[in-house]
């Protein structure tokens, strides 16, 4: 069997071919996923990954209750340019100002009653690979730049999903994501996935997570498409606890004496030892049991994973290793900044990843955890909490983990600031 997720059938059956599951519970995925996804544009170029966006889309479709919007731009004007400019090098006897403007008449004519033709075709083939799921399809033609016509389009149209190929017509062996993708992708203001042919054998939906809003909710997609499409859905997060190790020791390698005596370089390190880099393990693993709960509430059981090392990097090999239909993962991460049209992990995975890669432009804060009654929590004097409110936020849960420990260790029934004190002196806090 093909391990591509969007040509098998919605069903899967016991013995006898009863449903496995009711019509109740599909009508409600229906329904979820309707809210998410009612019309979907494809942009096309008639490439063999265009087709595969068109089936992608058509799935979805199929799933969801929604429309296709095939979509094609021609650049007639652009070739007229191209024409106009050649026109010094055309023989004598074309260059006469009647001669010239019958060519123009002649050429404009045919170019771009051609291209429309053309345009046509592309769409009837995208509308025949909708019909064979019966779904919905209209068809929208523009001319101009393509990527210029595409953006513009989905501004003007309401849409909620783009479903293009990663490449295009003019893709070549050592190409990775075709220009007009790449333009779509930082352009668009809505979900955007990028289609590639699925492996043999791929199987699944994987979602990254980081804590950030965008990552939440690109969790939260890959549960309404699981759902839909009857996948199993992955969450991982990454973290990486080698930076500072290279980071320190580039610094270490220049700092003169004095500078190492103001920087704190010892006490800095080990701060980094003992409390970030065991918290970032425990902060991301929180990201991915919030990533859990919110499958619990879909009715969804996911798989998490947790892993160490440079965040694009790893989850490239994990893919490779998992050979996942689809990775979806938020436009942005933690550190996103007003003057960035896309996350840089987010564009190395839109880039290197050999499954298809859907980039969630949404964002949504999940329902923290109540651990409160965690055995193993330990009461804060009030002055306690107060300052630990001085710590900066992304850093906060980590110091009160640490804090806690060492009360614990010490024996201590309640974190004070006698106890934050001593804390602090040992790690050099």
Known sequence: MSGNIFT????????????????????????????????????IDNSPHSDEAVKLASSIAERFGSTVFGFHAYAARLHERRFTQM???????????????RQRSTHES???????????????????????????????????????????????????????GAVGLGAVPRSLIGGVSERVLRGANIDVVLVRKSKPNSNGIMAAVDGSPESFKAVESALALG????????????????????????VADVLSDAGAELFRFDDQQKLHEEIIDRGLETLYQGH???????????GQRVTTTLLEGKPFQRMLDHADERN??????????????????????????????????????????????????DDESIPWSADAEERLQNVPPFARNMARQAIEEYARDG???????????????????
């Open 8 to 43: 098998q059938v919605p069903w899967r059956t016991r013995a006898g071919g009863a449903p496995h599951q009711s019509l109740a519970r599909t009508q409600a995925r229906r329904r979820q996923g309707a809210q998410m996804y009612k019309r979907i544009i494809a942009p």
């Open 87 to 101: 026109e010094p090098g055309l023989p004598e006897r074309y260059q006469t100002p009647d001669e010239l403007e």
């Open 110 to 164: 045919l170019i771009s009653n051609g291209l429309q033709i053309i345009s046509e075709s592309y769409l009837d083939h995208a509308q025949e690979l909708c019909r064979e799921r019966e779904v919905p399809f209209e068809r929208q033609m523009a001319e101009g730049k393509n990527y210029v016509e595409v953006l513009s389009e989905i501004d003007r149209d309401g849409y909620d999903l783009v479903a293009m």
């Open 227 to 250: 759902a839909a499409l009857e996948q199993p859905v992955e969450v991982v997060s990454v973290y990486d606890p080698e930076f500072h190790i290279v980071a320190f020791k580039s």
């Open 288 to 298: 991915l049991d919030t990533a859990a709960k919110m499958g619990e509430a879909a």
């Open 324 to 373: 996942p239909t689809m990775l979806v993962i938020g436009r942005f991460g933690l550190h996103k900044t007003d003057a960035a049209d896309i996350g840089s992990t987010c564009e190395n995975l839109a880039r290197l990843a050999r499954c298809s890669v859907l980039v969630s432009s949404g964002r949504i804060t999940p329902e923290p955890i109540d651990d409160s009654a």
């Open 411 to 429: 024996g201590h029934d309640e974190v004070t600031l006698e106890v934050m004190d001593e804390a602090r002196e040992r790690m050099g806090m």
